[in-house]
């Protein structure tokens, strides 16, 4: 261990960007990473939403593409990120990260598989936690930008406008592990 000059060029960002659904979490993230490292062949979207990002291609921005499958494991989010690491990749944007907590396999799936067999919390939480702790570890030590996006639940309100009773969609809820907002250098809560 030892001190050196702080520099700038040292930082990576680490970016949790969160929408309720429809709401351009994808081609956000795609600007975002455009003005971080302004080569788009460097930048690599790993989905989970089968084609989402290529909506937004084009001939000045064409991006690297990865298809993740189910099951959704931590391990698998630590996979795709140490490839994105092997191909000289300097962003990579986790679209969405929401299914390593909530798809299928993903954490919530371990912790009901493990429910299944032991009605002890403390065994339950120490099979998932360790994983799920593990992907926010590699995405904080990784030396390239990470956007991840994260779908909202959602909810209908009733606003009143003008007297009259209009409903309106709104992302109440990350689908995500309470207390990760403390884990981003960047947190953009966007509305539509």
């Given amino acids: 261990m030892e001190f050196k000059d702080a520099a700038r060029s040292d930082v990576r960002m680490k970016i949790k960007k969160k929408k309720k659904s429809g709401a351009g979490k994808t081609y956000g993230a795609l600007k975002i ?101 593990a992907v926010f570890n590699k995405i904080l030590a990784s030396p390239i930008h990470i956007i991840c996006t994260v779908r909202k639940k959602t909810d209908t309100i009733v606003e009143i406008v003008n007297g009259k009773s209009i409903p309106k969609k709104v992302g109440v809820k990350d689908i995500a592990r309470e207390d990760t907002e403390y884990k981003w250098i960047l947190q953009l809560d966007i509305d539509q």
């Fill in 33 to 133: 990473a455009k003005g971080l490292v302004n080569d788009m062949s460097k930048v690599g979207v790993a989905q989970t939403e089968a084609g989402r990002a290529q909506c937004y291609l084009d001939d000045a921005n064409k991006f690297k593409v990865l298809e993740m499958a189910p099951p959704f494991t931590p391990e698998s989010f630590i996979e795709v990120i140490d490839k994105a690491e092997k191909a000289g990749l300097k962003c990579l944007i986790l679209d969405s990260i929401s299914d390593e907590w909530a798809g299928t396999g993903g954490a919530l799936d371990v912790h009901a598989g493990v429910s299944e067999v032991t009605k002890n919390s403390f065994t339950k939480k120490k099979k998932v936690t360790p994983r799920h702790d």
